[in-house]
């Protein structure tokens, strides 16, 4: 919508997996989310603007290789993953589903870009959560390391805490070998946590809203505080909440995308852009949660409940992202008034919450069965 609002012939390529995924778990977004015909029936009628849409999945090479011959685009935004580090733990089908959808449906779209457009330029969401929690500062993508008396600019040793996360950096090693081998151009959006309901555009019309997930295997963190929050439940701070990740507001998330693209990476480049705008650790989050919630007098508790994931919950955390800040975002800060008004918003749809959802039941690790004597 971003990018039709600015006047580019847009194409939107959807399998709706995530709503599958929903239904087959028993949850639900938030927001009502209209089918993919209804929203673009509704940015027509908003903004005057058609898009095109084709309706398939990317592990599909066939067909992806269809879309991009038919559009010939000069910029590809890939949002197109299974997103959740729970999801890809739960067992082994989800996490090969995972890895393959990921892997397989990026590796088709470069192949598709190699052959059809070779200039275009490949905007691919990755995650911050590839670097994982290592005890130095985070680059952006790249580091400059001295070894043995010889200097190389190499990538940033990569630490992924799911599979899911395994799957972005296999994705970001295929990416980086396509520049380099083929000359293609891309950016890699190393995505921090996201929060937050509305964008730009989806606030123009309820029937544009984008989803809200709150459960535990698509909820992100304070998106699932503020829902809990609103329906009087305990904040689910998993350990000590000592673990500290980068943030950003889902708005932003538009704006680094509309940056990234606007300025295309030159061929043959990977570059990388560590897209977040400031950093809390959990506990921060829920304190700030209960607070701005107080304000709407909504008591509210915080619960340190077992951590379900294999994760450091003390750590140093120090990310560099300054790229696009260079390019000129300005971002929007978290604090208690954007957290009243997630309040707000989550109240509007509190009859559609599930509450059987909020729990997490997924864990990194069986739990221990006890020995069975011989
Ligand atoms: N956490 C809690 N309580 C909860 C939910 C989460 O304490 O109820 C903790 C988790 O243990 C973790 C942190 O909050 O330490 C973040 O968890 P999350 O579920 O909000 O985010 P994560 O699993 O890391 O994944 C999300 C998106 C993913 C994206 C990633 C960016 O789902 O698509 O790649 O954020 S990053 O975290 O930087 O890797």
Redesign the pocket.
Same mark, same amino acid.
């Given at each position: 919508m971003r990018f039709s609002a600015r006047g580019h012939e847009v194409s939107v390529v959807d399998n709706f997996a995530r709503r599958r995924w929903h239904q087959n778990n028993g949850t639900d977004s938030l927001t009502p989310i209209r089918s993919l015909d209804e929203r673009i029936d509704a940015w027509r009628e908003v903004s005057g603007h058609e898009l095109r849409s084709f309706v398939g999945g990317i592990e599909d090479g066939d067909f992806l290789e269809q879309v991009v011959v038919d559009t010939k685009p000069q910029a590809i935004i890939h949002y197109g993953e299974q &997103? /959740?580090? &729970?999801y890809s733990m739960a067992n082994r089908e989800q996490a090969v589903e995972t890895q393959y959808t990921n892997v397989i449906g990026n590796l088709n779209l470069l192949f598709a870009m190699r052959d059809h457009v070779p200039g275009a330029h490949l905007v691919k969401l990755?995650?911050? #959560?590839?670097y994982g929690t290592p005890n130095i500062d985070i680059e952006e993508g790249y580091i400059e390391i001295e070894h043995k008396g010889r200097k190389d600019t190499l990538p940033f040793p990569k630490l992924p805490? /799911?599979l899911?996360?395994c799957s972005?950096v296999h994705d970001s090693t295929n990416i980086h070998f396509a520049c380099r081998i083929w000359g293609l151009r891309a950016t890699d959006l *190393?995505?921090? $946590?996201?929060y937050g309901i509305e964008t730009e555009e989806t606030a123009q019309d309820e029937r544009l809203a984008t989803r809200f997930d709150y459960d535990?295997v698509?909820?992100? $963190?304070?998106n699932?505080?503020c829902v809990?929050a609103v329906i009087g439940r305990p904040?689910? $701070?998993? #350990?000590t909440?000592g673990?500290t990740? #980068?943030f950003l507001n889902v708005r932003d998330t538009i704006n680094c995308v509309e940056l990234a693209v606007g300025s295309p990476a030159d061929a043959g480049e990977f570059r990388v852009y560590n897209q977040?705008t400031e950093q809390f650790n $959990?506990a921060q989050l829920a304190e700030l949660v209960k607070e701005a919630a107080g304000h709407l007098d909504y008591e509210v508790g915080i619960e340190n409940i077992e *951590? &379900?994931?294999v994760?450091m919950e003390e750590h140093y955390y120090n990310a560099t992202h300054t790229k696009l800040l260079d390019l000129g975002l300005d971002p929007s800060m978290l604090g208690e008034e954007l957290v009243e008004s997630m309040l707000h918003e989550i109240e509007r749809n509190k009859d559609r919450v599930i509450a059987a959802a909020?729990e997490?039941k997924t864990r990194w690790k069986p739990a221990p069965t006890a020995e069975v004597a011989s």
């Open positions: &997103p /959740s580090a &729970p990755g995650t911050m #959560g590839e805490g /799911s899911y996360h972005k *190393n995505q921090g $946590v996201v535990e698509f909820g992100t $963190v304070l699932r505080f809990q904040l689910t $701070v998993y #350990g909440g673990q990740r #980068g977040f $959990v *951590n &379900p994931r994760e909020i997490p």
